[in-house]
């Protein structure tokens, strides 16, 4: 039986531990001990911290593992390469993951390599104000997270010298990007890649919370784009992946598009998208098994990238508050045959500070868009 190292033990996991079990692989899931769900539906667990790369490398190499990877995670790819790298597996560069965890040192290599992206500055406190000779509002953020953690559009200098140290605090190596604010609305690419050749697979309509923190309250799929606008985002977003050297994998990019059509990519996260985009809507919308082909390129085997025939619209909604519960109860009662997932949180007077806080989700499919957008949230750019 071959055996499949997995980073991680959460609930983003679980989806790949599953599908890794159903196509009859062994499962070894390394993470922090605290009662996730990855803990007990693995073959085997072991209760090593996701950030102890050597040891998880030690003991992969007693296994005799046949490929490791990790989902929805960016702070997992780190283990995942440094493994893989040393195991002989398939797996992005050291390198390339260096960059991909660092969206400091990810705007530099587009930058370097002609990637249209906002222009930024790495902010260590908020001493290095005076080097950001943006006009405003500006974005600060940290340079290492993710999930909309720490994330602040800002309107005036004594705003970005409060938001600098609360991003700081989120950070992990405790330093913050101030980038240009890109107008536009926000989408995410999909991407699987092996051996340095990417296959698109969906195109996430992205909506948010808007200023100040961006936070996410819903996706669908396909984004309704025009297919002359869609061949131009898979251009810039292959060549971006391309700078970064993503060569293997899946691959989450979030860019804007404005009124003309300009294109300005946010980052680049060298794994699947998070918040069931990865491990739900691409199959749901294209008939793509994401994990699945996550799972064959970690094993070293092409992934077979076979959709369905005719397209579907897929989308998720979070839950904010008792109105999103209001809404599902609607649909429930006009259209419950296009509700395919729920589960809800009980809501309290606690505010939704990032995508961890939100009181639940249910996702929805239909043949035709309209009757899944009249149920989606408004972004500012509608």
């Known amino acids: 039986m071959k055996k499949l190292a997995i980073i991680g033990a959460s609930e983003f996991q679980a989806p790949l531990i599953i599908k890794a079990k159903e196509l009859g692989i062994e499962t070894h899931v390394f993470a922090w001990k605290c009662g996730d769900v990855?803990?007990?539906?693995?073959?085997?667990?072991?209760?090593?911290?996701?950030?102890?790369?050597?040891?998880?490398?030690?003991?992969?190499?007693?296994?005799?593992?046949?490929?490791?990877?990790?989902?929805?995670?960016?702070?997992?790819?780190?283990?995942?390469?440094?493994?893989?790298?040393?195991?002989?597996?398939?797996?992005?560069?050291?390198?390339?993951?260096?960059?991909?965890?660092?969206?400091?040192?990810?705007?530099k290599c587009f930058e370097k390599n002609g990637d249209p992206s906002p222009r930024s500055v790495e902010i260590s406190g908020s001493q290095d104000v005076e080097d950001c000779e943006f006009d405003y509002p500006v974005i600060c953020k940290p340079t290492d997270r993710s999930g909309s953690r720490g994330i602040y559009k800002v309107n005036n200098k004594k705003e970005l010298l409060d938001a600098v140290d609360k991003s700081i605090e989120y950070s992990f190596e405790k330093k913050a990007l101030v980038e240009e604010f890109a107008e536009g609305q926000e989408y995410s690419v999909e991407y699987i890649s092996y051996q340095g050749m990417h296959h698109f697979l969906a195109l996430t309509k992205k909506y948010t919370t808007g200023a100040p923190n961006f936070i996410e309250t819903?996706?669908?799929?396909?984004?309704?784009?025009?297919?002359?606008?869609?061949?131009?985002?898979?251009?810039?977003?292959?060549?971006?992946?391309?700078?970064?050297?993503?060569?293997?994998?899946?691959?989450?990019?979030?860019?804007?598009?404005?009124?003309?059509?300009?294109?300005?990519?946010?980052?680049i996260g060298a794994r699947m998208g998070g918040d069931f985009i990865g491990s739900h809507l691409v199959q749901m919308s294209t008939g793509v098994d994401f994990v699945k082909c996550v799972i064959q390129v970690a094993m070293g085997e092409e992934p077979k990238v076979i959709r369905n025939d005719k397209t579907n619209h897929a989308a998720v909604r979070f839950v904010f508050g008792e109105n999103e519960k209001k809404v599902f109860a609607t649909i429930k009662k006009e259209n419950p045959s296009i509700i395919v997932g729920e589960h809800f949180d009980k809501i309290t007077d606690e505010k939704v500070v990032d995508s961890s806080s939100r009181f639940g989700y249910f996702m929805l499919k239909a043949e035709v868009a309209d009757e899944i957008l009249e149920y989606m949230p408004r972004n500012e750019e509608d």
């Open 38 to 107: 990855g803990e007990s539906i693995a073959d085997y667990f072991y209760p090593i911290s996701i950030t102890e790369c050597e040891e998880i490398y030690q003991q992969c190499k007693k296994i005799g593992i046949d490929g490791i990877c990790t989902i929805g995670t960016d702070l997992g790819t780190i283990p995942v390469s440094y493994v893989a790298n040393r195991l002989g597996l398939v797996a992005n560069s050291e390198e390339c993951v260096k960059k991909a965890t660092n969206k400091h040192l990810m705007r």
């Open 218 to 267: 819903g996706h669908i799929e396909p984004a309704p784009v025009s297919e002359e606008l869609l061949e131009k985002v898979k251009s810039v977003t292959e060549h971006a992946l391309d700078s970064l050297e993503v060569t293997n994998g899946a691959s989450h990019t979030e860019l804007k598009i404005n009124h003309n059509g300009n294109i300005k990519i946010i980052e």
